[in-house]
């Protein structure tokens, strides 16, 4: 199971003085079971793409496939697409509208015409998944967290049992205890139900430690694709569309300039401390 852009464009205004380029003739394939960072500066198209991927947005020109079927086919339901290509906004307000979590959460099967017992079972099946306790089940989303609220939001979409899993910025304005465990999460569900994971993150050191693949955004345009490991040490190249590598990235840099023969494709924290103690043990 693939997702496939092919010459995508996204033209905003079209045909009015403000017209502009959202996205650029994007052509890329999402393979099935990936855990995808999408990151780039404010404007650089991150969202208008996913929001291509389950049909919220129709691209201007190109196609876009999913399990080799054209979107854009008119007799190709959306509304199955979404139930299999589900994508958790930045502002979970955006996606919370029942009196209660549980009803919120019961919304997207219910609405898939599932029996009441099937249901029930992926609704509570997603909480528990997410770490959202019975204690909470009748509360108001909107009494909730920030986190609490992100993580009723990611449930409902789970309950539905997506085959891709998208996810705008879920851990914006989170503290650090908030956003490693909303990651955690995140991580856990792509091991063990091997879902596709499209994380959508300003964060460097989110995506360097999470992602199996990063695609880089300017203008419209996805201009590098690549592991961490492979696209992170050239981060003069990241620096000049406004982003910024991981700290370790630069930190193992330092260390390469100062004579160590450090591996400076390291991205994770632990890696890194176990290598350079490696060379120490060794000058020892």
């Known amino acids: ?68 079927e054209d979107i854009y086919a008119k007799d190709y339901s959306m509304k199955k697409l979404r139930q299999k290509v589900g994508l958790v906004f930045q502002y979970p307000e955006h996606q919370l509208f029942e009196t209660t979590v549980i009803k919120d959460v019961k919304f997207g099967p219910k609405n898939m015409g599932l029996p009441q017992l099937e249901v029930d079972m992926r609704a509570f099946e997603a909480l528990k998944q997410v770490g959202i306790g019975d204690d909470l089940l009748d509360a108001s989303p909107f009494e909730l967290s ?47 139900r091997n879902i596709t994971i499209i994380l959508v993150s300003h964060s460097m050191e989110d995506v360097a430690k999470y992602a199996q693949r990063l695609l880089v955004m300017n ?9 961490p490991q492979d696209i992170f040490p050239h981060y003069e190249e990241i620096e000049k569309i406004g982003l910024a590598a991981p700290q370790i990235t630069y930190v193992m840099q330092s260390l390469k300039e100062a004579g160590l023969p450090v591996d400076t494709s390291i991205t994770d924290l632990e890696q890194a401390v176990e290598n350079i103690c490696r060379y120490t043990k060794n000058v020892n």
Do not use: W
């Open 1 to 68: 199971m693939s997702i496939v852009l092919d010459k995508v464009s996204h033209i905003y205004d079209l045909g009015t003085a403000n017209e502009r380029f959202a996205l650029k003739d994007i052509s890329l394939q999402i393979k099935d079971g990936e855990f995808i960072g999408l990151i780039g500066h404010t404007g650089s198209g991150k969202s208008t793409l996913v929001q291509h991927l389950n049909g919220l947005l129709k691209a201007n020109y190109g196609t876009v496939y999913y399990n080799g």
């Open 219 to 227: 203008r419209g345009r996805v201009v590098l694709d690549g592991a």
């Open 146 to 192: 920030g986190g609490q609220r992100r993580r009723v939001a990611i449930a409902g979409i789970l309950a539905m049992q997506p085959e891709v899993l998208i996810l705008d910025e879920p851990t914006a304005g989170l503290d650090p205890k908030g956003r490693e465990e909303i990651l955690e999460q995140i991580a856990r569900l792509h091991k063990e």
